[in-house]
């Protein structure tokens, strides 16, 4: 029996939360953390930022998480439910495929709304962006210093996504690579002229981003 998980040390009785039933299910399977954040398609990083931030930090991590787990969503969300009176139907289970790279890329499109994880201190900071696909590389456009702005060299990931919580089903796709400062006045001005180059947030964005992929993976959810 694996001890990593949330309250095994003292052997005491452990909150209700996402993280200790995520590693409670996790136990029962014989699956280290590792493992099950292979399964899911994240680091093992991600995976604890997606137990500790719950549903509404990144829903379509935490359904690849559920199916990783082989439970059902709500479940892993709100914690196994009361049956009603007489009975009720089990509740339908996510089910994960992988995607390949390219399809990852189609996935992605031209330009969209995703979200950027960062090394920070004290914890990790995750945070919206609008992006863009230029190649087989992701850009986006924010404040330089500001919140979004990694330096020239970080590590960071990023997440796109298309999930029906109420149906349980979409895909994700996750980045994990290198922060690149783009300082090309010519490519500065080609990337601006593109669909969805205008930062929703508004306000000042004057530095230009590039993800240099080290690792693309994508999942299709469904049910059954």
């Given amino acids: 029996m694996h001890t990593d998980g949330p309250g095994a040390a003292s052997g005491g ?25 292979g399964r899911a398609g994240m680091s093992v990083a991600y995976l604890g930022q997606v137990e500790s931030f719950s549903g509404d930090f990144d829903p379509a991590a935490l359904m690849r998480l559920a199916a990783a787990l082989e439970m059902p969503y709500d479940e892993l969300v709100e ?3 009361e049956p009603a009176p007489g009975g ?6 996510p089910l994960l495929a992988q995607l390949p ?4 890329w189609r996935r992605l499109g031209t330009h969209g709304v995703g979200r950027i994880g960062l090394s920070a201190v004290p914890t ?6 609008n992006f863009l696909v230029d190649g087989r590389t992701v850009v986006y456009r924010t404040e330089a210093g500001g919140a979004a702005a990694p330096a020239e060299g970080d590590q960071l990931a990023f997440e796109a996504d298309h999930i ?14 290198t ?8 490519t500065v001005a080609s990337l601006s002229t ?6 929703w947030a508004g306000g000042k964005r004057d530095l230009w981003v590039r993800i240099r992929p080290g690792a693309v993976t994508g999942r299709t959810i469904e049910t059954r």
Avoid at 164 to 177: A, H, K, P, Q
């Fill in 13 to 37: 009785p452990r909150e209700d939360t996402v993280a200790t039933r995520c590693a409670v299910r996790r136990e029962q399977l014989g699956l280290t953390r590792e493992e099950l954040a």
């Fill in 79 to 81: 914690g196994p439910r």
């Fill in 88 to 93: 009720q139907p089990a509740a339908p289970h």
């Fill in 101 to 104: 790279e390219g399809e990852c």
């Fill in 124 to 129: 990790p900071v995750v945070l919206p962006v």
């Fill in 164 to 177: 029906d919580e109420r149906l349980s089903r979409g895909w994700s796709v996750l980045i994990t690579g």
């Fill in 179 to 186: 922060a690149e400062h783009i300082t090309d006045p010519g």
């Fill in 194 to 199: 593109q669909p969805g180059a205008q930062p």
